[in-house]
């Protein structure tokens, strides 16, 4: 059974950083894909960050420039840095991975103050 397990959120300024971890119950290297998602209440659920079972990235507009999503095939982990975060960044953070079947986290919560 899959599982993704995600950590790392928190209460943090305007301004500063973050960095998220999801961590996988099977060998990552078999995800098609990973990807970041968030959801601010009242909104719908986006894409943040996604990386390729060979290391290609993609981001939201939103977020170029300041988030970089990685990946440790040792670990079986992926990471979402988030640095110059703004409070439109406060969401709900899931993890999700997979291929033609997809699989998502429960979440961790990063709210930034300003």
């Known amino acids: 059974q899959v599982q993704l397990v995600e950590s790392g959120g928190g209460l943090v300024q305007a301004g500063g950083s973050l960095r998220l971890s999801c961590a996988a119950s099977?060998?990552?290297?078999?995800?098609?894909?990973m990807a970041w998602f968030r959801q601010a209440p009242g909104n719908q659920r986006e894409l943040v960050a996604g990386?390729?079972?060979?290391?290609?990235?993609d981001y939201a507009d939103s977020v170029k420039g300041r988030f970089t999503i990685s990946r440790d095939n040792a670990k079986n982990t992926v990471y979402l840095q988030m640095n110059s975060l703004k409070p439109e960044d406060t969401a709900l953070y899931y993890c999700?991975?997979?291929?033609?079947?997809?699989?998502w986290g429960q979440g961790t919560q990063v709210t930034v103050s300003s």
């Open positions: 990386i390729s079972r060979y290391g290609h990235t």
């Open positions: 099977v060998k990552i290297f078999s995800f098609e894909t």
């Open positions: 999700n991975a997979g291929g033609t079947t997809r699989y």
